[in-house]
């Protein structure tokens, strides 16, 4: 299979996930993690730096630059300029991995003028890859590497349509909990609590398996880039949230000089 965007031959980020995703598993399945804690105190493991050099070694083909946790630190600077560029997070979900929950990912997003036209979201311990966005107006999953299932699209929808639903399906992390995201839940007669770790919580949503997930709590871009962009190849996306705690119609953008995202809901 050859996936082309933009003139780019996309294949090598699934690709890249892939061969991340089968080096992760092997730390996994290991007795020693090599934990350390980094600068803002969020752990890193032997998997993180082994997905990492796999990736930006998979894309490197492209050409394109590379912006990814575990790489340098770019100055905002030199990647302003940048109007095409990957956002990598190697292993989403690094508390998760060392709990052995299974709730990780490989996040690779292809960002073009400040959005994600193109993501790839692999679970590697279901075998799972997903894959799209608005370049291609669907997205995809692939599981155990079988051919390709186009998603089911959802119908864009306005954030009032919850109000509507016997029970809202709220997707909560399994690590971020405040008492905004309480709140919000708060407001619903009827709710069902899907708590997720990584981007898994998007994929749910893009799987019509939850109808929102509310975040307030911090993520940086490249924890929701890929997984936006798969979103948004099924008809969903995620919306900034206000000062006053409302929903907006202003999009998450990426490669911001502060790459931390504000809160938003996504559905």
């Known amino acids: 299979m050859k996936l082309v965007i933009d003139d780019i031959d996309v294949t090598c980020a699934i690709e890249a996930a892939y061969a991340a995703g089968d080096a992760i598993m092997h730390v996994y399945n290991s007795a020693d993690f090599g934990i350390e804690i980094k600068s803002d105190k969020s752990p890193l493991t032997i998997a993180d730096k082994n997905a990492h050099h796999l990736i930006v070694d998979g894309l490197k083909q492209t050409n394109i630059p590379v912006l990814s946790e575990e790489g340098d630190d770019i100055p905002y600077a030199t990647r302003s300029k940048w109007a095409l560029f990957w956002m990598v997070d190697p292993l989403d979900g690094t508390k ?4 052995r929950n299974g709730e990780f990912t490989v996040n690779i997003a292809l960002i073009k003028n400040g959005k ?3 993501g790839v979201v692999y679970s590697p ?14 997205s995809y999953i692939e599981t155990a590497r079988k051919s390709p299932v186009e998603l089911k699209q959802i119908t864009p929808k306005s954030i009032d349509y919850l109000g509507n639903l016997k029970t809202v399906r709220v997707v909560t992390s399994r690590s971020h909990q405040t008492h ?12 069902e609590l899907l708590p997720m770790g990584s981007s898994l919580k998007f994929i749910v949503l893009a799987e019509g398996e939850a109808d929102v997930y509310p975040r307030y709590a911090p993520c940086m871009e490249w924890d929701t880039a890929a997984a936006h962009a798969i979103l948004q190849g099924v008809g969903a996306d995620i919306y900034q949230i206000d000062e006053h705690k409302n929903g907006t119609n202003q999009r998450l953008k990426y490669n911001k000089e502060n790459l931390l ?4 809901i996504s559905y």
């Open 116 to 118: 994600p036209i193109f």
């Open 261 to 264: 995202n504000p809160n938003f």
């Open 96 to 99: 998760e991995f060392i709990k």
């Open 125 to 138: 311990v279901n075998e799972k890859m997903y894959y799209g966005g608005t370049s291609m107006n669907k």
């Open 180 to 191: 905004e995201t309480l709140n919000f839940i708060g407001q619903y007669l009827n709710t």
